[in-house]
């Protein structure tokens, strides 16, 4: 009797093996398909000198200011508040508020978790989303967004910081 023969057990651990490898190699060739990194640069304010890059805002000195809130006067009524950082499961949150006449004009993340890829495709959606809620809300009155709960109580609890700092 031949070994590959129809019912054979060795004819099955080839074909099961042969499967196996087949899959690994097609899994491991996926790739994602957008960057995260572009979606989370495209809503800095042009002309700001907000810097996204975690780990605080420069100030007009150089010296940087990670956590507590700061804040600093601007052109024609217009005030930008940086709220504390929220310490989260999956690392700090910090927000920077402008705020023009009383009403948010913007709202940058300075630090959010970005140390891993799962954690950029998470902020690449959340973050966009939470400032467009604040946005549309004008206060930190919004929802959780799905999947980036931890962030988004973070966001929530910086930006409340932020808002009665600036006496809103």
Known sequence: MHPLKRKSPLRR???ASAATVSGTVILLSLKPHTSPSVALGAHAP???????????SKG????????GSGGSGGSAGSKTVTGTSVPTRWGPVQVRV??????????????YPQDNPRD??????????????VLAAQSASIDTVSGASYTSEGYRQSLQSALDSAGL
């Not at 042009?46 to 605080?56: D, E, F, K, N």
């Not at 009383?102 to 940058?108: A, E, H, K, M, S």
């Open 13 to 15: 651990i080839v074909l």
């Open 60 to 67: 007009s000195d150089g010296s940087s200011g990670p956590t």
């Open 46 to 56: 042009s002309g700001s000198s907000a810097s996204s890059v975690p780990g605080g």
């Open 120 to 133: 950029q495709e998470i902020n690449g959606y959340a973050l966009p989303q939470l400032r467009r809620e």
């Open 98 to 111: 402008t705020m023009t006449k009383g009403r948010i004009t913007d709202v940058t993340a300075v630090d």
